[in-house]
């Protein structure tokens, strides 16, 4: 974006009266911490905004400031829908395609006012008047950071959107272990310079867990992990029955598929869980330039980065995990180049 286009941006939020954020389904990290970021910065500049996401996200982010203000679309869609008619700017946050957002996809892009494209992601298709993109940085909570500067030069984030950012470039990094560049680091400086409550991110993102979650872990691990040397897969895949069984809660699993990743020889590493809805859901891992972006759009209808894709397939979890082997053949074609070398 240009500075033109920043100070065309401005005016136009200063005359905004109904601000959506809106931002991806299952909202992980990154998802809610740029929205609340966002949120809480344009609301220093004086601007209100309400972030809505399709579905709730999971407990361990409930200590972001702000976090109860979220809208969730699927339990309250009668107002989320008026607001998104009612909006006169739209920010979306973190996915390049409508596809995961659902039913507020259409709302969107039926609302002809001007929107705000800020992600990460490959190849966004997400059509907007102003788009602030780039793969090369850690997460969609740094570019916000970048953003807000831009949009309102010399102005303070505050401490509570700091906070939010600096939780959405950790949990996107995977604890500063991925998706890192040099300036991601300066970005985390600048963030706890701000005010970013490193000590708060930690504790409750990485180091609080349930009694159940943490025996979830145990069983999966022990029970559940299956790894298959000759193709370096390694798999977790979790029933309806079983997620149950450990009283499971949304963000339960996270992390698990990186602990499968982690084994010496493997390779790629998949987690599946099955869903309520006769829906099986899974996250891919890789390492370096083993990528599963392009795997999990051909055969789940997903996509994502290189190395962390998700998925989704209308089955059950055994189902799942056929329709994941039949198709290993084509993901080593796929990748034959990059295992050669
Ligand atoms: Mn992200």
């Not at 039913?103 to 966004?124: F, M, R, S, Y």
């Not at 329709?323 to 990059?338: D, T, V």
């Amino acid at each position: 974006m240009t500075q033109e286009q920043f100070s065309k941006l401005q005016e136009i939020a200063k005359g905004a009266k109904n601000i959506a954020i809106i931002s991806h389904k299952n909202p992980d990290g990154d998802a809610i911490g740029s929205s609340l970021g966002l949120r809480a910065f344009l609301f220093r500049q004086q601007l209100q905004a309400r972030v809505i996401v399709p579905d709730s996200f999971p407990g361990f982010l409930r200590f972001l400031p702000e976090s109860k203000s979220v809208w969730f679309f699927d339990k309250m869609k009668e107002a989320a829908t008026q607001y998104i008619k009612s909006a006169d700017l739209i920010f979306i946050l973190d996915f390049n395609t409508l596809k995961r957002i659902e039913e507020i996809g259409a709302l969107i892009e039926n609302n002809p006012c001007p929107k705000v494209l800020i992600d990460h992601h490959p190849d966004p298709e997400v059509k907007a008047q102003f788009t602030y993109h780039r793969v090369t940085v850690s997460s969609t909570s740094e570019l916000v950071f970048e953003f807000a500067q831009k949009l309102f030069p010399g102005s303070h984030l505050g401490a509570k959107a700091a906070t939010c950012l600096y939780a959405g470039l950790v949990t996107d990094t995977g604890c500063f272990k991925h998706n890192l560049h040099e300036r991601t680091h300066i970005t985390a400086g600048k963030l706890l310079q701000a005010g970013a409550d490193h000590e708060a991110v930690m504790l409750e993102i990485f180091d609080s867990n349930s009694f159940n979650r943490t025996r979830l872990l145990g069983y999966s691990l022990y029970e559940k992990l299956i790894m298959d040397p000759a193709t370096g897969l390694a798999y977790i895949a979790l029933s309806q029955e079983e997620l149950k069984r450990f009283d499971y809660k949304k963000g339960d699993t996270e992390g698990f598929v990186n602990l499968a990743l982690g084994i010496d020889g493997v390779k790629m590493a998949v987690l599946l869980t099955e869903l309520n809805d006769g829906l099986t859901k899974l996250s891919f891992r890789s390492h370096g330039s083993f990528e599963v972006n392009g795997f999990a759009a051909k055969f789940f209808s997903g996509g994502g980065h290189k190395n962390a894709a998700g998925g989704a397939f209308e089955g059950t979890v055994d189902q799942a995990v056929d329709r994941l082997k039949e198709s290993i053949p084509e993901l080593i074609k796929m990748n034959l180049q990059n295992l050669r070398s």
